[in-house]
């Protein structure tokens, strides 16, 4: 027992003890956060009430839309060739969740109180929306991955009564997802006098759910690729040729949506006047949209995966740069204040990221996530040249 | 968005609720129960007692709300003429003037070196045994001029004054010469009283203000008034070297250069006589020496004084007329701290004359008996015993027309260093903080070396408690009694809202027991702070309940002096006998002022509205929402010196040094700058506002106004160059 | 939503040609309603001291929250701590806060404030001082303010002194009462001599953000029905689609079978 424990520690990838450490560091400043309060471990201001852990969580959201986007492709529109992505994928989606809970309750001023979210709830606040779905869809997140846990276990028996009522479970999870996706942009419909218009619109709950579904994609590609190099272990070419294939055309719609909102908005004055904001939203379109739609529009980039794996980052870039514009560069504030996060803000961040990516990696170790996928052992010489990989895939 | 300087730690309001509430319950809780009986609180103990503020000498009145044995908030109380119903910042902040931690709440008897801040706690009989054992050893010793007595204006001056005046010592500082001895000297000069009262009735149409910063050193019901005046349409044109707050508000702003509000008044002077626009049948009636006058200012036209005011001859000459043309609706106010410049006194009395001849008289002033009345009775007492000594500030014989209850403060430190004509070897200090307010700190300190003895009675640990040996602690205003005080035809009372924290006393009950143990008991025929009320009461026919539930009596109305004026002639006096029987110029003279060498600027001085002198900048509410003190510098000079906004600066003067950030603004004349008073605190007992800005008082270099015997306070000029 | 734009019972009328930037509101404030050292609910906005010496100018005005007749602070609220009362006061009930700050964001006067400093923070705003009102005082700013730069009354009395104010006066104020449209109107009014932008007064529409906020939220359980249905159906179709294609499949699979079968006998 003890010599196999021994031995696992030593197979461990090395990195994986770099995160332990940040995770360890990351939630003892979590903690004193608790204690000490916001202010003295934050530098959120009544300018800037908001800071980089929103931004994160509106990013991790975007990019966990790979778990709604893949369960409403494979379940309801039962495109089987994808099933095998779902479980790493709903793996990724509810840590990515898991971490956003964990963050929000850093965040919260009052994080001893969270319940009253369900106490005293305001339907008319966007927020209220978003804690609601997110709490209900990290359920079935979980429920949707419970196979993977049980299989090995003495529960199997549950995995019956969990099967028959995935369907259903699926479809709650998917509108869950749906609206809280987009409920993330309604957030900021309030918010006219404060974003920059370049980003302000009544649609930005569809820019950010149609957003959310282009990062999700992206996010289980580049996963996968990098799971494939990691871990040996990986979808097939054709499963994520399938998938990228969606790709430019949720882009070019979203970008339809864009600059039809902006021309409709007659804001279009402002997108080559308005400085830093100009190169912000240009940077978020050109790198997280046009690029990609070009580059996946080759056959033989969804098919290379590290060519659709820069692709997919391309992608997450973009729709993080919009979550992180959105939430904050391109928050104005009368008083012309700026934020910039304390060095705990990021530490907690960091930390938290950090155990997120631990925990993958441990479940995707010891649990079937890549069952239904092709097991690969890779040499050393592989991990570095990837290109060859192509050679040994299936 | 007004930029608030760092915050320190701070109590919080709520916090303090809990420790002092436990000190509260430890006594009799008498105060609830007489408010209870005075039909002010309730069962619980909550409801609101009207008093006064003492955050400054305009003594507001108050409302206060009591909760729970806890003073919570305190709102102007509207029967009050100086509040109408509103308080300013500082009367707000009052609740943390008595709930500051930094409260010296037990007597102290010095252990360490002097200044080294090290106390202990002592009974009141043993500091005042100590107290009094010390100054009967002086006495005995050095005889009782050499302990010499220091206090400002408060409501038990009387008392302080009992202490002195019996113990035979003639040697009183008060704050007056560092204040407003040129305007008081002015007006008794001409008018034969202190300060004729101001009346901003509807009609007011003009008012010079003559560097009164009305809107920053406030005087709540002037400041109301000067704010309703100019909401309705009334013209102001303000004389400041500084874009004030005032200035922001006026008509009309005139930044002057320091030290010639002499040379424009004459020239108004000029303009009113020589156009013949005064009021021939008032300077007829009821005045005396025009001739003299009209000789005077024959070359003080306006184009005389325009290079020296470098206000234009047009402006001058305009006002000049504007003003006559509003007369008599029209007021040159004569300004509170008018101790400026060596020439102040002229100033104050070329402003006086201005009234006079525009004959505003009853309009827009007065007569005022000040802040005693005739109808109030007092404690019994025996005459005070004669002291031969002479005064060591020179009053009378340096300073022959300057009242003795003035006095010239910063002389009296001057011969205690000289120790001509005698030495001085103990200080008694209530309510006063020489060591900041009095110019030339290392002046004072240096008289604080030569004493035997200095015995202080505060409510903090300011400055000159921390160079003292006893400090004996007084109940804040809200926990105390002070003897009445009149204000038009009514008396006011301050009366204790919630119970003395700690050990501190009334300053009624702490001079009478020195008064006992000095062997003065004959003075103090009080039993206690309420007896005290009720003997001043007595004459009126009203019980002190009466008084504390409403927080004043009617006074029975005072005789209209109508025109008469108590000066030698009777009349006002535009020639003065009494100055030039003592050989100074009987009606106003142009006297240059003193001008800052080359590369050198005028140190201005002028209060914040948050902060009353050098008390209270260790109120946590204020603080919090003051700016940071900095040294006002006029931005294009800023810029010719290569000196940028922030930065650190060495400021230096004849006598002393300080360093401070550096403010740069359009708001400042280029041949000034400006340093706000109060900050530099050397005691570090003031755990808020120690380590805060720097002290103008170092920097002062002591001249004194030959005449009224105020301190020239804009009369330094220093270098200023990055640190 | 007709109750939101009801007009409020009480309403501020500041007038920033008579503010002296002393200070008083805000210690007043902070005194009145036990506001935590480092925080406040009031503040001064200011013009800065504009022009070249000697010819200087300088605004300022108290600020707090302006008391919104369809306030985005009430509608962003993720739990109901913020609360429009019937007399038009926006209040706040500490005890159910959880502290996300959404408030604050909302807001789209920048005014709700936050007690960064303590452990277990709340947010920081002004409630018209109902305690004060119910004991038939003044709010506690209005009260001292000793140049009255600060009036508080029935709204509609504010109003109207607001207008009647700049019509009688239009040489000393700008033509406008900020605050009787900006964001659906506010129960705090302005009138100034200098421009609202130069006193840092944000520019604001005629309707409220929170209109546009409800627009989306109030349609959002219908979208969520409508996505319920039509992921079912969309599955079930599909499902029966895929089942017919099958069962075609096998039949014709079937029918070839036999045929092989029938070709084979
Ligand atoms: N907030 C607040 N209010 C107060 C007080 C306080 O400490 N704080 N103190 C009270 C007391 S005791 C007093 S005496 C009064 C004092 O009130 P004021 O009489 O208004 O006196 P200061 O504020 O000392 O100075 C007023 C102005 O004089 C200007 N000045 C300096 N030299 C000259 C000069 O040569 N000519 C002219 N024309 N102006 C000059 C300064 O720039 C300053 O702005 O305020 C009272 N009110
Ligand atoms: N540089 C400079 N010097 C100046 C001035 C200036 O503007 N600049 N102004 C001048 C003017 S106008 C004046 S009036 C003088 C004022 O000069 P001072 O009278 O010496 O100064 P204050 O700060 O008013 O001193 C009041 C003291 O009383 C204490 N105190 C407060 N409340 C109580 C109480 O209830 N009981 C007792 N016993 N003590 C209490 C305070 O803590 C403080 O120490 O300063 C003059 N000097
Ligand atoms: S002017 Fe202000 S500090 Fe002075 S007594 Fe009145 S309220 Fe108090
Ligand atoms: S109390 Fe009145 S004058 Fe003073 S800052 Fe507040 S609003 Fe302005
Ligand atoms: S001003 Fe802001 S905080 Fe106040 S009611 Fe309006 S939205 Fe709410
Ligand atoms: S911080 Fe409190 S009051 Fe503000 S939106 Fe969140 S829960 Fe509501
Ligand atoms: S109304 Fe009350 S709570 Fe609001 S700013 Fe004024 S004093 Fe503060
Ligand atoms: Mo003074």
Same mark, same amino acid.
């Given at each position: 027992?003890?010599?196999?424990?021994?031995?696992?520690?030593?197979?461990?990838?090395?990195?994986?003890?770099?995160?332990?450490?940040?995770?360890?560091?990351?939630?003892?400043?979590?903690?004193?956060?608790?204690?000490?309060?916001?202010?003295?471990?934050? =530098?959120?201001?009544?300018?800037?009430?908001?800071?980089?852990?929103?931004?994160?969580?509106?990013?991790?959201?975007?990019?966990?839309?790979?778990?709604?986007? *893949?369960?409403?492709?494979?379940?309801?529109?039962?495109?089987?060739?994808?099933?095998?992505?779902?479980?790493?994928?709903?793996?990724?989606?509810?840590?990515?969740?898991?971490?956003? *809970?964990?963050?929000?309750?850093?965040?919260?001023?009052?994080?001893?109180?969270?319940? =009253?979210?369900?106490?005293?709830?305001?339907?008319?606040?966007?927020?209220?929306?978003?804690?609601?779905?997110?709490?209900?869809?990290?359920?079935?997140?979980?429920?949707?991955?419970?196979?993977?846990?049980?299989?090995?276990?003495?529960?199997?028996?549950?995995? =019956?009564?969990?099967?028959?009522?995935?369907?259903?479970?699926?479809?709650?999870?998917?509108?869950?997802?749906?609206?809280?996706?987009?409920? *993330?942009?309604?957030?900021?419909?309030?918010?006219?006098?404060?974003?920059?218009?370049?980003?302000?619109?009544?649609?930005?709950?569809?820019?950010?759910?149609?957003?959310?579904?282009?990062?999700?994609?992206?996010?289980?590609?580049?996963?996968?690729?990098?799971?494939?190099?990691?871990?040996?272990?990986?979808?097939?070419?054709?499963?994520?040729?399938?998938?990228?294939?969606?790709?430019?055309?949720?882009?070019?719609?979203?970008?339809?949506?864009?600059?039809?909102?902006?021309?409709?908005?007659?804001?279009?004055?402002?997108?080559?006047?308005?400085?830093?904001?100009?190169?912000?939203?240009?940077?978020?379109?050109?790198?997280?949209?046009?690029?990609?739609?070009?580059?996946?529009?080759?056959?033989?980039?969804?098919? =290379?995966?590290?060519?659709?794996?820069?692709?997919?980052?391309?992608?997450?870039?973009?729709?993080?740069?919009?979550?992180?514009?959105?939430?904050?560069?391109?928050?104005?504030?009368?008083?012309?204040?700026?934020?910039?996060?304390?060095?705990?803000?990021?530490?907690?961040?960091?930390?938290?990221?950090?155990?997120?990516?631990?925990?993958?990696?441990?479940?995707?170790?010891?649990?079937?996530?890549?069952?239904?996928?092709?097991?690969?052992?890779?040499?050393?010489?592989?991990?570095?040249?990837?290109?060859?990989?192509?050679?040994?895939?299936? | 968005?007004?930029?608030?300087?760092?915050?320190?730690?701070?109590?919080?309001?709520?916090?303090?609720?809990?420790?002092?509430?436990?000190?509260?319950?430890?006594?009799?809780?008498?105060?609830?129960?007489?408010?209870?009986?005075?039909?002010?609180?309730?069962?619980?103990?909550?409801?609101?007692?009207?008093?006064?503020? !003492?955050?400054?000498?305009?003594?507001?009145?108050?409302?206060?709300?009591?909760?729970?044995?806890?003073?919570?908030?305190?709102?102007?109380?509207?029967?009050?003429?100086?509040?109408?119903? #509103?308080?300013?910042?500082?009367?707000?902040?009052?609740?943390?003037?008595?709930?500051?931690?930094?409260?010296?709440?037990?007597?102290?008897? %010095?252990?360490?070196?002097?200044?080294?801040?090290?106390? %202990?706690?002592?009974?009141?009989?043993?500091?005042?045994?100590? +107290?009094?054992?010390?100054?009967?050893?002086?006495?005995?010793?050095?005889?009782? !001029?050499?302990?010499?007595?220091?206090? $400002?204006?408060?409501?038990?001056?009387? /008392?302080?004054?009992?202490?002195?005046?019996?113990?035979?010592?003639?040697?009183?500082?008060?704050?007056?010469?560092?204040?407003?001895?040129?305007?008081?000297?002015?007006?008794?000069?001409?008018?034969?009283?202190?300060?004729?009262?101001?009346?901003?009735?509807?009609?007011?149409?003009?008012?010079?203000?003559?560097? &009164?910063?009305?809107?920053?050193?406030?005087?709540?019901?002037?400041?109301?008034?000067?704010?309703?005046?100019?909401? %309705?349409?009334?013209?102001?044109?303000?004389?400041?070297?500084?874009?004030?707050?005032?200035?922001?508000?006026?008509?009309?702003?005139?930044?002057?250069?320091?030290?010639?509000?002499?040379?424009?008044?004459?020239?108004?002077?000029?303009?009113?006589?020589?156009?013949?626009?005064?009021?021939?049948?008032?300077?007829?009636?009821?005045?005396?020496?025009?001739?003299?006058?009209?000789?005077?200012?024959?070359?003080?036209?306006? !184009?005389?004084?325009?290079?020296?005011?470098?206000?234009?001859?047009? $402006?001058?000459?305009?006002?000049?007329?504007?003003?006559?043309?509003?007369?008599?609706?029209?007021?040159?106010?004569?300004?509170?701290?008018?101790?400026?410049?060596?020439?102040?006194?002229? $100033?104050?009395?070329?402003? +006086?004359?201005?009234?006079?001849?525009?004959?505003?008289?009853?309009?827009?002033?007065?007569?005022?008996?000040?802040?005693?009345?005739?109808?109030?009775?007092?404690?019994? /007492?025996?005459?005070?015993?004669?002291?031969?000594?002479?005064?060591?500030?020179?009053?009378?014989?340096?300073?022959?027309?300057?009242?003795?209850?003035?006095?010239?403060?910063?002389?009296?430190?001057?011969?205690?260093?000289?120790?001509?004509?005698?030495?001085?070897?103990?200080?008694?200090?209530? &309510? /006063?903080?020489?060591?900041?307010?009095?110019?030339?700190?290392?002046?004072?300190?240096?008289?604080?070396?030569?004493?035997?003895?200095?015995?202080?009675?505060?409510?903090?640990?300011?400055?000159?408690?921390?160079?003292?040996?006893?400090?004996?602690?007084?109940?804040?205003?809200?926990?105390?009694?002070?003897?009445?005080?009149?204000?038009?035809?009514?008396?006011?009372?301050?009366?204790?809202?919630?119970?003395?924290?700690?050990?501190?006393?009334?300053?009624?009950?702490?001079?009478?027991?020195?008064?006992?143990?000095?062997?003065?008991?004959?003075?103090?025929?009080?039993?206690?702070?309420?007896?005290?009320?009720?003997?001043?009461?007595?004459?009126?026919?009203?019980?002190?309940?009466?008084?504390?539930?409403?927080?004043?009596?009617?006074?029975?109305?005072?005789?209209?002096?109508?025109?008469?004026?108590?000066?030698?002639?009777?009349?006002? !006096?535009?020639?003065?006998?009494?100055?030039?029987?003592?050989?100074?110029?009987?009606?106003?003279?142009?006297?240059?002022?003193?001008?800052?060498?080359?590369?050198?600027?005028?140190?201005?001085?002028?209060?914040?509205?948050?902060?009353?002198?050098?008390? $209270?900048?260790?109120?946590?509410?204020?603080?919090?929402?003051?700016?940071?003190?900095?040294?006002?510098?006029?931005?294009?000079?800023?810029?010719?010196?290569?000196?940028?906004?922030?930065?650190?600066?060495?400021?230096?003067?004849?006598?002393?040094?300080? #360093?401070?950030?550096?403010?740069?603004?359009?708001?400042?004349?280029?041949?000034?700058?400006?340093?706000?008073?109060?900050?530099?605190?050397?005691?570090?007992?003031?755990?808020?506002?120690?380590?805060?800005?720097?002290?103008?008082?170092?920097?002062?270099?002591?001249?004194?106004?030959?005449?009224?015997?105020? /301190?020239?306070?804009?009369?330094?000029?220093?270098?200023?160059?990055?640190? | 939503?007709?109750?939101?734009?009801?007009?409020?019972?009480?309403?501020?009328?500041?007038?920033?040609?008579?503010?002296?930037?002393?200070?008083?509101?805000?210690?007043?404030?902070?005194?009145?309603?036990?506001?935590?050292?480092?925080?406040?609910?009031?503040?001064?906005?200011?013009?800065?001291?504009?022009?070249?010496?000697?010819?200087?100018?300088?605004?300022?005005?108290?600020?707090?929250?302006?008391?919104?007749?369809?306030?985005?602070?009430?509608?962003?609220?993720?739990?109901?701590?913020?609360?429009?009362?019937?007399?038009?006061?926006?209040?706040?009930?500490?005890?159910?806060?959880?502290?996300?700050?959404?408030?604050?964001?909302?807001?789209?006067?920048?005014?709700?404030?936050?007690?960064?400093?303590?452990?277990?923070? @709340?947010?920081?705003?002004?409630?018209?001082?109902?305690?004060?009102?119910?004991?038939?005082?003044?709010?506690?700013?209005?009260?001292?303010?000793?140049?009255?730069?600060?009036?508080?009354?029935?709204?509609?009395?504010? @109003?109207?002194?607001?207008?009647?104010?700049?019509?009688?006066?239009?040489?000393?104020?700008?033509?406008?009462?900020?605050?009787?449209?900006?964001?659906?109107?506010?129960?705090?009014?302005?009138?100034?001599?200098?421009?609202?932008?130069? @006193?840092?007064?944000?520019?604001?529409?005629?309707?409220?953000?929170?209109?546009?906020?409800?627009?989306?939220?109030?349609?959002?359980?219908?979208?969520?029905?409508?996505?319920?249905?039509?992921?079912?159906?969309?599955?079930?179709?599909?499902?029966? @689609?895929?089942?017919?294609?099958?069962?075609?499949?096998?039949?014709?699979?079937?029918?070839?079978?036999?045929?092989?079968?029938?070709?084979?006998?």
């Amino acid at each position: 027992m003890f010599r196999k424990l021994l031995h696992e520690l030593r197979t461990m990838p090395k990195f994986v003890y770099l995160l332990v450490a940040l995770t360890a560091f990351g939630l003892t400043v979590g903690v004193y956060r608790m204690y000490a309060g916001l202010g003295a471990t934050t =530098n959120l201001s009544k300018e800037f009430p908001w800071g980089i852990w929103i931004s994160f969580d509106l990013a991790t959201v975007a990019l966990s839309g790979g778990a709604f986007t *893949l369960a409403a492709l494979v379940y309801v529109f039962q495109f089987e060739a994808l099933h095998p992505a779902v479980r790493p994928t709903v793996l990724a989606g509810l840590l990515g969740y898991s971490s956003v *809970l964990v963050i929000l309750l850093f965040d919260l001023g009052r994080w001893d109180r969270f319940y =009253n979210v369900f106490a005293h709830p305001n339907f008319s606040s966007a927020l209220l929306e978003v804690s609601w779905c997110i709490a209900a869809y990290s359920t079935i997140l979980f429920y949707e991955l419970s196979p993977v846990l049980l299989e090995k276990s003495r529960w199997k028996w549950m995995l =019956n009564v969990i099967k028959k009522y995935t369907i259903p479970i699926v479809i709650v999870g998917v509108t869950l997802s749906t609206m809280h996706q987009s409920s *993330l942009g309604t957030m900021f419909v309030i918010m006219s006098p404060r974003l920059h218009p370049l980003w302000y619109s009544m649609l930005l709950p569809v820019f950010f759910l149609v957003s959310s579904f282009a990062a999700g994609i992206s996010m289980i590609i580049a996963g996968a690729t990098v799971s494939y190099w990691l871990f040996g272990r990986s979808l097939k070419r054709k499963t994520l040729a399938t998938l990228s294939w969606f790709l430019p055309w949720i882009l070019a719609f979203y970008l339809v949506l864009k600059f039809g909102e902006l021309v409709i908005a007659n804001e279009t004055g402002g997108l080559l006047s308005s400085g830093r904001y100009s190169t912000l939203f240009w940077t978020e379109l050109v790198v997280g949209a046009i690029i990609p739609i070009i580059l996946f529009a080759y056959e033989r980039v969804r098919y =290379n995966r590290l060519a659709s794996m820069l692709g997919a980052f391309l992608v997450m870039g973009g729709v993080i740069l919009n979550r992180f514009d959105v939430t904050w560069f391109a928050m104005k504030s009368v008083s012309h204040q700026t934020y910039t996060p304390h060095w705990m803000e990021v530490a907690i961040l960091v930390g938290v990221v950090s155990g997120l990516i631990t925990v993958y990696t441990l479940v995707a170790r010891y649990f079937p996530v890549y069952e239904e996928t092709i097991a690969y052992k890779p040499s050393p010489r592989e991990i570095i040249q990837p290109e060859d990989a192509r050679l040994v895939s299936v | 968005m007004t930029h608030y300087i760092t915050r320190r730690s701070f109590l919080k309001l709520s916090a303090a609720a809990a420790g002092t509430l436990a000190i509260g319950q430890l006594l009799p809780p008498m105060v609830a129960q007489a408010a209870t009986d005075a039909g002010l609180l309730n069962a619980h103990g909550d409801g609101y007692i009207p008093s006064m503020c !003492e955050m400054c000498v305009w003594r507001c009145g108050l409302i206060a709300k009591v909760k729970d044995g806890r003073v919570v908030k305190l709102d102007g109380n509207p029967d009050h003429p100086h509040s109408k119903g #509103h308080l300013c910042v500082r009367g707000q902040s009052g609740v943390m003037n008595t709930y500051d931690p930094d409260r010296v709440l037990d007597p102290l008897i %010095r252990v360490g070196q002097r200044g080294e801040g090290k106390f %202990r706690i002592a009974s009141w009989d043993e500091a005042l045994d100590l +107290t009094a054992n010390k100054m009967l050893a002086i006495k005995d010793t050095y005889g009782p !001029e050499a302990m010499v007595f220091s206090s $400002t204006h408060n409501l038990s001056q009387p /008392q302080f004054e009992n202490i002195l005046y019996a113990f035979g010592s003639p040697n009183y500082g008060t704050q007056r010469s560092l204040c407003f001895n040129a305007m008081i000297v002015a007006n008794l000069m001409t008018y034969g009283m202190e300060e004729p009262e101001r009346i901003y009735d509807d009609q007011l149409e003009y008012v010079i203000l003559t560097g &009164r910063n009305l809107m920053e050193a406030i005087s709540t019901s002037e400041t109301s008034a000067l704010s309703d005046g100019i909401a %309705r349409g009334m013209k102001v044109v303000y004389l400041d070297p500084r874009f004030t707050k005032t200035a922001a508000k006026a008509t009309e702003w005139l930044p002057i250069k320091p030290g010639t509000d002499l040379a424009f008044h004459l020239a108004l002077l000029n303009v009113i006589v020589t156009e013949d626009l005064y009021n021939h049948s008032f300077v007829n009636d009821y005045t005396v020496g025009f001739e003299h006058l009209a000789q005077e200012i024959e070359t003080y036209t306006p !184009e005389w004084a325009a290079p020296i005011t470098e206000i234009s001859a047009e $402006t001058i000459r305009r006002i000049a007329r504007e003003f006559a043309a509003a007369a008599p609706h029209a007021l040159a106010h004569n300004g509170w701290r008018t101790s400026n410049f060596i020439n102040s006194f002229h $100033t104050q009395r070329a402003i +006086t004359i201005l009234n006079t001849l525009v004959g505003n008289w009853n309009v827009a002033l007065r007569a005022s008996g000040g802040e005693s009345s005739s109808a109030l009775g007092a404690p019994p /007492q025996p005459p005070y015993p004669r002291s031969s000594a002479q005064r060591l500030d020179g009053v009378p014989s340096r300073y022959p027309v300057v009242p003795l209850k003035l006095g010239v403060f910063q002389e009296l430190r001057e011969s205690i260093l000289s120790g001509e004509p005698y030495q001085a070897h103990g200080w008694f200090i209530s &309510r /006063q903080n020489p060591v900041m307010s009095l110019p030339d700190r290392a002046r004072t300190l240096a008289a604080f070396e030569k004493m035997d003895f200095i015995a202080t009675v505060d409510i903090i640990m300011n400055d000159t408690a921390w160079f003292s040996d006893v400090v004996l602690p007084e109940a804040s205003y809200l926990e105390r009694y002070d003897p009445l005080s009149p204000v038009g035809d009514r008396v006011f009372l301050r009366q204790p809202v919630i119970e003395p924290q700690g050990n501190a006393k009334s300053a009624l009950w702490i001079y009478k027991q020195l008064g006992e143990r000095l062997g003065l008991g004959d003075y103090f025929q009080y039993e206690d702070e309420e007896d005290y009320i009720r003997q001043q009461l007595a004459p009126l026919g009203v019980t002190l309940e009466e008084v504390r539930s409403k927080g004043y009596a009617e006074l029975p109305p005072a005789d209209d002096p109508g025109f008469e004026w108590n000066t030698p002639s009777g009349k006002i !006096e535009i020639y003065s006998e009494t100055l030039a029987n003592v050989n100074f110029p009987a009606v106003p003279t142009w006297q240059a002022p003193p001008e800052p060498p080359q590369g050198q600027f005028y140190l201005l001085t002028g209060k914040v509205a948050q902060s009353t002198q050098f008390g $209270t900048q260790n109120n946590q509410l204020l603080h919090k929402y003051s700016d940071e003190p900095r040294l006002w510098i006029n931005n294009n000079i800023a810029a010719e010196r290569n000196l940028a906004d922030g930065d650190w600066v060495e400021v230096t003067s004849e006598v002393g040094q300080v #360093h401070i950030h550096l403010q740069v603004t359009p708001a400042i004349r280029p041949d000034c700058v400006y340093l706000p008073p109060g900050y530099g605190h050397l005691s570090k007992g003031l755990t808020t506002a120690f380590g805060i800005g720097a002290s103008d008082s170092v920097l002062h270099v002591t001249y004194s106004d030959p005449i009224s015997g105020s /301190q020239a306070l804009s009369q330094t000029f220093v270098t200023v160059r990055k640190a | 939503m007709a109750e939101h734009s009801k007009s409020p019972r009480y309403g501020f009328l500041i007038d920033a040609s008579l503010c002296i930037d002393c200070r008083s509101c805000m210690v007043a404030c902070s005194v009145e309603n036990k506001v935590s050292m480092d925080s406040t609910r009031i503040w001064i906005k200011e013009t800065g001291i504009t022009g070249n010496y000697p010819d200087l100018k300088r605004f300022t005005a108290p600020y707090h929250c302006m008391h919104c007749k369809d306030p985005s602070c009430v509608s962003a609220c993720t739990v109901s701590a913020l609360t429009r009362t019937d007399d038009g006061i926006v209040a706040y009930n500490k005890d159910i806060c959880i502290g996300c700050r959404y408030c604050m964001y909302a807001c789209p006067f920048e005014v709700p404030n936050y007690e960064w400093d303590e452990r277990f923070p @709340l947010v920081v705003k002004c409630d018209m001082c109902f305690s004060r009102l119910e004991e038939g005082q003044q709010p506690a700013c209005a009260a001292t303010c000793p140049t009255n730069a600060i009036r508080f009354g029935r709204y509609e009395t504010m @109003l109207a002194e607001a207008h009647r104010l700049i019509t009688e006066h239009p040489d000393k104020y700008v033509q406008h009462v900020y605050g009787e449209t900006e964001n659906g109107g506010t129960a705090t009014l302005y009138i100034s001599p200098v421009p609202f932008e130069e @006193l840092g007064f944000p520019e604001a529409g005629t309707t409220s953000p929170a209109y546009s906020n409800r627009l989306v939220t109030e349609g959002t359980p219908m979208v969520a029905g409508a996505m319920l249905v039509g992921l079912s159906g969309t599955y079930l179709t599909i499902k029966h @689609l895929k089942e017919e294609a099958a069962k075609e499949r096998q039949e014709a699979e079937q029918t070839k079978a036999s045929h092989t079968e029938e070709d084979g006998k």
